[in-house]
């Protein structure tokens, strides 16, 4: 394994290492849409996220081509002015870029390599009006190329960083450049978020934050929570293998593992998504153990998530299937055929980019 060097404090636990690798990528030359936390960055397509952690708050994300090439990137969100007289604090990035270079130091010492930073410009390809940014590079056993920005649309203060071996590939320069010009640190519609990795593509509303996830070759699971309400997002590949001729909502209800879905009592009505067949799920809590849990949030004086939403479909040209189950509170607003229509399954369809 590469040594990468990556500061430790910034890591809350240590990022989850995942499975996926580079196996079934697409021989097309489209760089890949990668969203996580709010973040988006288009990569080379061989290239895929393999470690986070952290929150939308503060986290760290890496994205790498499984060789020799990665993106890294950190983040650090600014609190919200308490009056709105007062200005947001500006981070000063040349500050930041220090106290990352501390860290490089201090990491390269006690692996007794050689180390060499220098500070840069930004490169042109990363520069915003709305973000005061600067760069670096440095080479140890790798090498980087970077940039330090603070974004006054998202209060993010953003560090990134395009990694290569130290001989290296011809084009490293370029592809830095490329990839660091593509990362964006909010989206376009402050209310959505986009979340994209491996071959799931979805959005989210922002209220919502991730609270657990399960990423698999076959199988991908996203679910969010906003205070008692429950969002999750599947996604299934080899569908045909899968599903054979089982009924949809039959299918689903035993592959599932939404808790929402599988501690809900629905009615199915069959219509139409991304011009497939599909299925919608309106109901309840079933009776029994989501009822006393209920009960509890009840008492807890919040809320508590009684009414539940689906919507499943299969896709045949991507052969996949999907399932978008929402719990919420009686007056929060259903959310899961919004969700649904903004999950990408075939090319050209749920992509609102
Ligand atoms: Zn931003
Ligand atoms: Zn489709």
Known sequence: MSSTIVPEQSRRSAPAV?????AERRAALVPRLIGWQGLLVQVPDTWDLTGFSGDDQTGYVRIDDG????????WA???????KSEAAKTPSVEVRRDSYFRLL??????????????????????????????GFTWTADRKATGVVWYCETCRRTVIAQVLGSQGGRAGFGTTA????????????????????????????????????????NVYLRLTFARKTARLTVEQWA??????????????IAS????????????????????????????????????????????LRFQWPATRFGGAAWECEPSNKLFAVSHLRP???PALADAVAERTRCHSGTGDRK
């Not at 600014?78 to 009056?83: G, H, I, Q, S, T």
């Not at 989206?187 to 979340?195: E, I, M, Q, V």
């Open 67 to 74: 060789e020799e090439m990665a993106v890294e990137v950190k």
């Open 238 to 251: 080899l569908a045909n293998v899968a599903r054979k001729q089982t009924y949809l909502d039959i299918w």
């Open 18 to 22: 995942l499975a996926g690798g580079n």
């Open 330 to 332: 009686a007056r929060q």
């Open 105 to 134: 130091r201090k990491s390269a010492k006690k692996k007794k390599m050689d180390l060499a930073v220098k500070e840069t410009d930004a490169p042109k390809s990363a520069l915003r009006s709305e973000r005061v940014a600067t």
């Open 177 to 216: 450049e490329a990839v660091l010009g593509a990362l964006r640190c909010h989206g376009d519609d402050p209310d959505w978020r986009t979340w994209a990795l491996y071959d799931l593509q979805t959005e989210v509303p922002t209220s919502y934050r991730l609270e657990s996830q399960e990423l698999m």
């Open 255 to 298: 592959n599932t593992k939404s808790p929402e879905l599988n501690g809900a009592r629905y009615t199915v009505v069959e219509n139409e998504l991304h011009t497939h067949p599909a299925i919608r799920l309106t109901g309840g809590l079933a009776f029994g153990l989501p009822m006393l849990y209920a009960g509890r949030e009840a």
């Open 77 to 83: 969100t600014e609190p919200v002015p308490r009056r």
